[in-house]
């Protein structure tokens, strides 16, 4: 079976999962997390794979001691990781979250956006203010917008929400400029 259709399947039953506890919000906040660690640790991926070496009980550990110190897994989101590990879907849990986070904010009408800015000054805001009121009226959802610096930025800015990329920094103006002199060169040849 697809990998896409059961993480997706593992997501929403995840989702439902929440919205009958009411525990979305506690989850969320794990599960995001929880996502960075898988990201950034590759041997707690392979360990969280390997059905020899480690056990069912020792693979919810590893991923209950990655979050932040003191806290416990919710008791939703142990009993569903207790749940892939039982039917050997543990491998497929970091696309299982993304499928959930993105199912989380779809159910709850919010859209994300990350917002590239070479530094950020004074009009930063502003600009946040005008991207939001933007994508905020023409989609009918809230925007949670995530606004980094990215010092490989000279200029501009470069704005993702969604499956829509608005780069409006100065290097791709100055890669636009390129191509339609080069372009209007090969016609003069």
Excluded at 42 to 67: F, G, I, N, Q
Aim: hydrophobic share 45%; aromatic share 6%.
């Amino acid at each position: 079976m697809n990998t896409g259709i059961i993480a997706s399947r593992y997501a929403e039953a995840l989702l439902k999962l929440v919205d009958e506890t009411g525990g979305g919000e506690a989850v969320i906040v794990q599960v995001q997390h929880l996502c960075k660690v898988l990201d950034n640790i590759p041997d707690l991926r392979s360990a969280l794979v390997d059905v020899a070496a480690v056990s069912a009980d020792r693979k919810v550990s590893l991923l209950e001691a990655s979050l932040p110190e003191g806290e416990k897994l919710c008791p939703e989101l142990k009993k569903f990781i207790n749940l892939l590990v039982k039917n050997g879907r543990i491998g497929d849990i970091r696309l299982i979250f993304n499928s959930f986070v993105t199912a989380w904010y779809k159910s709850r009408n919010i859209v994300r956006g990350k917002l590239s800015v070479p530094v950020y000054s004074d009009s930063t805001p502003a600009l946040e203010k005008k991207l939001r009121e933007i994508i905020e009226s023409r989609t009918g959802s809230k925007l949670l917008m995530t606004t980094v610096v990215d010092p490989d930025l000279i200029g501009g800015f470069v704005f993702e929400v969604e499956d829509m990329l608005l780069d409006a920094s100065v290097s791709h103006q100055l890669e636009l400029i390129k191509r339609q002199f080069i372009e209007k060169n090969r016609r003069i040849v």
